[in-house]
């Protein structure tokens, strides 16, 4: 009876460590698409710090982190601030500084859970204006409250409740994402509800928000006129190597046409985005994968200007038709170096015609750029995005990525946005241009790590020709970016000295 107790108790603790232990979560393999975790990958809980006399502290997460990054960019293609119809012809050398701190309680408080987060982003030396992208001096970009109740839909499947100032990364990051790599941080007000967690065989992740405009100087505002919303659904326990996240996404913006103020002054707007992605392993092959696909529509509003003094606009609403889809197919090598070699392939649609009354151009929302380009030309829509992409790391926390992008336009009058170049006449071609990248990183140590990276865009047929018509504009030289990237961490990644 005795030995059938203690065997009956050692099954149950077994039990038991193993259901506290359940995790589903796999990460994607796909290139810089594995969304930033919550909190975000600098915070420690105190309890796991280098500070031992923290060590009970499990309550508390902690954050400080500082980075700096060198920038140089020659024959930039994203148009200046001050020259709309041109370039950043002259070479760039831009310092860009970013500070962020966090403080989160849990547990304690329970079912009451609170965070927030400061953040400090500044440029210097630049030659062109500031911008929002760059500077966001003195600013919260976190701070709400949430009720957190545990194990409401079973053994640690959790409900929690979130409202408040947040930044959220979502799918893939091409459609919601904070931006990790820019200088400052996409956010949102409003509301988050959870059901489930990402480590749960399944999660719904739903939220309604307003987007918050980043004001340079002053204190950042939410845009009360626009809601995005929506929610994923992640099922994880269909299969050991895949997830599958059903999703939808809406952005709704209630217009002002006739506001005297330009910042104000905007469209209707009412855009539905179901879609589908799926990711992760075939089996134990090496192979892996990473696809989406978006589906959007709706309607889309535009305004048209009226020369009367003063300057009245008209509104125009048009059907909203768009469709975008990304799949990426790697293999990775049984070798020291962890090689993985990928091939990609990105189609957004673009805009036929602004004087029909269909918009096609796909909406990226407020998406992370830098999986399309390592100059930030790109986002998803009106382009075909071919890529070629080589991983490997040849020494103990060095990480090399290089590879090979060429870009298209969907649609030949749709033009390309972030670099202001359109022809209505559909005349100039196609071809955008290609662009090589490489990457470096170092993990020093548990405080300390730098990257260096280099990115050469050459104009394509479409560019060149655009450029050649357009005045001011020096679109027909290739572009060369170069950046030295330090990060430190107050907390380093949280094990003890002694490990």
Do not use: C
């Not at 902690?62 to 020259?83: C, I, K, M, W």
């Not at 909203?320 to 962890?338: I, M, N, P, T, V």
């Amino acid at each position: 009876m005795k030995h059938f107790i203690k065997i009956s108790t050692l099954a149950i603790i077994s039990l038991s460590n193993f259901a506290s232990a359940e995790d589903f979560y796999q990460k994607t393999k796909g290139y810089r698409v594995e969304p930033e975790p919550d909190p975000q990958s600098y915070v420690r809980n105190l309890s796991k710090t280098q500070f031992e006399q923290f060590r009970d502290v499990e309550w508390l997460d902690v954050g400080l982190d500082f980075r700096t990054r060198y920038e140089y960019r020659e024959n930039d293609y994203r148009p200046s601030a001050t020259e709309k119809t041109g370039f950043r012809e002259n070479p760039d050398n831009l310092w860009l500084l970013r500070t962020r701190a966090y403080l989160g309680v849990k547990e304690i408080l329970d079912p009451l859970r609170f965070a927030v987060e400061f953040e400090d982003a500044r440029s210097y030396n630049g030659l062109y204006n500031r911008t929002e992208a760059d500077v966001n001096e003195f600013e919260f970009i976190q701070g709400y409250a949430e009720l957190y109740f545990d194990n409401v839909f079973g053994h640690n499947h959790p409900l929690s409740v979130r409202a408040g100032r947040q930044h959220l990364e979502l799918l893939d990051r091409r459609l919601i994402g904070n931006n990790q790599f820019r200088n400052t941080t996409n956010n949102f007000e409003g509301f988050r509800v959870q059901l489930g967690k990402k480590q749960n065989s399944w999660h719904l992740d739903t939220f309604a928000l307003k987007p918050v405009e980043r004001l340079k100087y002053n204190f950042d505002q939410h845009d009360e006129d626009t809601w995005i919303y929506g929610g994923v659904f992640n099922l994880r326990q269909w299969s050991e190597f895949i997830t599958i996240q059903p999703y939808f996404i809406g952005r709704k913006v209630n217009g002002d046409p006739t506001n005297i103020n330009n910042t104000f002054r905007k469209a209707d707007s009412d855009i539905y985005a179901p879609g589908l992605r799926v990711y992760g392993l075939f089996g134990a092959s090496g192979f892996d994968f990473d696809a989406d696909i978006n589906k959007q529509f709706g309607r889309f509003g535009s305004l048209t200007g009226i020369r009367n003094r003063p300057v009245t606009y008209s509104q125009s609403l048009r059907q909203h038709d768009a469709l975008a889809y990304s799949l990426e197919l790697g293999y990775s090598f049984d070798h020291e170096w962890k090689p993985r070699v990928s091939a990609y392939y990105g189609f957004g649609t673009g805009d036929k015609s602004s004087a029909d009354n269909i918009n096609q151009r796909f909406d990226a929302f407020y998406g992370f750029n830098q999986p399309w380009s390592r100059n930030d030309y790109f986002s998803w829509d009106n382009l075909h995005a071919p890529k070629a992409r080589l991983e490997f790391t040849p020494y103990k926390d060095v990480r090399i990525d290089t590879g090979y992008n060429a870009y298209w336009q969907e649609s030949e009058t749709g033009g390309w946005n972030r670099a202001g170049l359109r022809d209505t006449t559909g005349k100039s071609g196609s071809f955008l241009g290609h662009e090589f990248d490489i990457r470096m990183r170092h993990k020093l140590n548990p405080y300390v790590d730098w990257s260096v990276s280099y990115a050469r865009f050459n104009p394509g047929e479409f560019t060149e020709t655009v450029s050649a018509k357009t005045p001011g504009a020096q679109g027909t030289e290739a572009s060369n970016f170069f950046y030295f990237e330090v990060n430190l961490n107050a907390f380093g990644d949280g094990k003890p000295k002694y490990d």
